[in-house]
């Protein structure tokens, strides 16, 4: 298959694609788990709730 710029993604990228993930990092106020590099760089992953927060004390609000 490929993507809208002509190049062929992996069959790894499809099923994650397929599964909701989305390929690169989640900004702030993303979930972790629903990317495939988890949190951008700066950002931390929340224990419990995997939301990318930009400091851990936001998690406990």
Known sequence: MKTNFGKTISRKE?????GGIGIGCGIEG???????????????????ST???T???NCLN
């Open 14 to 18: 499809m099923k994650q694609i397929k």
């Open 30 to 48: 993303n979930k972790a788990k629903f990317w495939t590099e988890g949190c951008c760089h700066g950002l931390y992953t929340c224990p419990v």
């Open 51 to 53: 939301l990318c927060v």
């Open 55 to 57: 400091s851990l004390d």
